[in-house]
């Protein structure tokens, strides 16, 4: 488990480019985290990193979008990134539903707390807690790596 303190959309940003630079075909990760916390502004670097082609933007509407990569990782090759809001889905089946190539693909989930359950055995959360006071644009993201039954 990894802790940060984030004080602008900058530094998430730069979050966002650290953390996709070691993700990896098969990933699913979890963005957990209030209204206007960074969630889509931490994917967009995530996404910078990956070498995601296209306007990394949140699929509210939508709820998936599917970005092909550059091929500047070549680790990366036939891998594409999946991202999901599932604010407006109601069960891990309705995830499931979506029919992501879950092992091809680097998926992150906004809103996704508990939509995990029998997708994968493992994946990353990542938590974003904000001021809500509203005196403060400080954001406390804490990373961690979860395995189903573990």
Sequence with gaps: ??????????????????????????????????????????????G??????GNVSSPTFVIARTHKLDGSRTDLANTVLVHVDAYRLGSAAEL??????????????????????????RWIEIEIERDHTGESEVRQVTVSEHKANA
Excluded at 11 to 36: C, N, Q, W, Y
Excluded at 102 to 116: C, D
């Design 96 to 121: 499931d539903d979506l029919d992501i190539d879950f092992e091809n693909s680097i998926t992150i989930v906004e809103w996704g707390k508990g939509f995990t359950d029998g997708i994968s055995d």
């Design 48 to 53: 910078e990193a990956l070498g995601a082609i």
């Design 1 to 46: 488990m990894t802790k940060h303190t984030i004080e602008t959309p900058e530094a998430m940003h730069e979050l966002g480019l650290s953390l996709g630079s070691r993700f990896k075909a098969g990933d699913l990760i979890v963005l957990t985290g209030p209204l206007g916390a960074g969630k889509t502004t931490l994917t967009r670097g995530i």
